[in-house]
């Protein structure tokens, strides 16, 4: 059995939805998109102890040295990713050039990469001026996420975005696309009553809309592979995914559970990164959510409103209605 709500909600911010009346005043946050730095202690803590034992750091020694006092970031990575010491020690023995690599070859670059966050906080500044900008830290963790937010920051997960960007340039671009996921991630809420009786839709315009702003602000498609393949099958995409909303929607139980069969029909669609169902890329529920905010967004009278009620998503069924997705594919 497993929690799916506690998934959905495991990747938003624990913040409560802005006001709608009065409009906000605008932002006098700290972080300045024009002098926004990465905070990479943690990263530089890890990469000394793995110098210092030559690649053979023991579960104290991580506990003691970079899990202990590990700044903020760390403690937001640690649940449902790093867990422990003893996890992150026992993935280190496992996978020694995942580290290697992280610490040799991408570390070096994070500093570089300050240019690509201010340039996505720029442009998230113009899109949305109020709603604040988050912190941000570069930690290493267990192989296993590319970067979470919480109230107020954002965490990368550098082994797995060095694992995804062979090259220094497509590290740069991998790195400025994951600021701008995880800053939506900052802003919205948890999720509503109303999320939670449609899991699977919940999760896709959760995923999907952080992609979708990723794309206006950075003009790139996050996974331009993915959405080639999911663009030339998109009526039997959305008919599928409209299968397995149901069989997620009728396996919840009143306490959050999820039957086996419920808990596939999820995993289809999230979860699955490195690991996708026989030909279909990873994470393909993104995907879904991103195609809906942009139908969304395309038939607004006021596309800044619709793009607040996009992240704030408190009625996913009123979105998907009114966006109008997936009508053309059913005439």
Not at 56 to 63: F, S
Not at 65 to 73: E, V
Not at 102 to 122: M, Q
Not at 255 to 269: Q, S, V
């Amino acid at each position: 059995m497993v929690l799916i709500p506690a998934l959905i909600a495991a990747s938003i911010a624990a913040q409560p939805a802005p006001p709608t009346e009065p409009p906000p005043a605008p932002t006098t946050d700290a972080v300045d998109p024009l002098t926004a730095r990465i905070d990479d202690s943690a990263a530089q803590r890890f990469a000394q102890l793995w110098r210092d034992t030559d690649g053979k750091p023991t579960a104290d020694q991580i506990g003691e040295r970079y899990l202990r006092d590990g700044g903020r970031g760390v403690e937001v990575f640690t649940p449902y990713r790093i867990r422990n010491a003893e996890h992150l020690a026992a993935t280190v023995a496992k996978n020694p050039d995942l580290y290697r690599n992280a610490v040799e070859r991408c570390l070096p670059w994070v500093a570089d990469t300050n240019a690509e966050l201010r340039a996505s906080y720029l442009a998230l500044r113009g899109l949305l001026p109020d709603r604040p900008l988050p912190q941000i830290a570069v930690v290493i963790g267990p192989g296993n996420s590319g970067g979470t937010a919480d109230t107020g920051i954002q965490v990368i997960g550098l082994e797995v975005l060095c694992r995804l960007s062979p090259t220094r340039e497509s590290f740069n671009g991998k790195m400025r696309q994951f600021f701008a996921h995880e800053t939506v991630h900052t802003f919205q809420p948890r999720a509503s009553a109303e999320a939670r009786k449609n899991p699977l839709l919940a999760s896709a315009l959760v995923e999907g809309v952080a992609d979708y702003i990723t794309d206006v602000a950075t003009a790139r498609i996050p996974d331009a592979e993915r959405d080639t393949w999911a663009r030339a099958r998109e009526a039997q995409v959305w008919r599928d995914f409209q299968h397995d909303a149901a069989i997620v929607q009728a396996g919840m139980g009143s306490d959050g559970n999820a039957t086996p069969e419920a808990e596939a029909a999820y995993g289809r669609w999230f979860g699955n990164a490195g690991s996708p169902p026989e030909g279909w890329p990873g994470e393909l529920g993104y995907w879904v959510g991103m195609r809906i905010a942009q139908s969304y967004v395309a038939q607004a009278q006021d596309p800044h409103k619709a793009i607040d009620t996009l992240i704030d998503a408190a009625d996913p069924a009123a979105i998907l209605a009114d966006s109008g997705y997936g009508h053309d594919f059913e005439r």
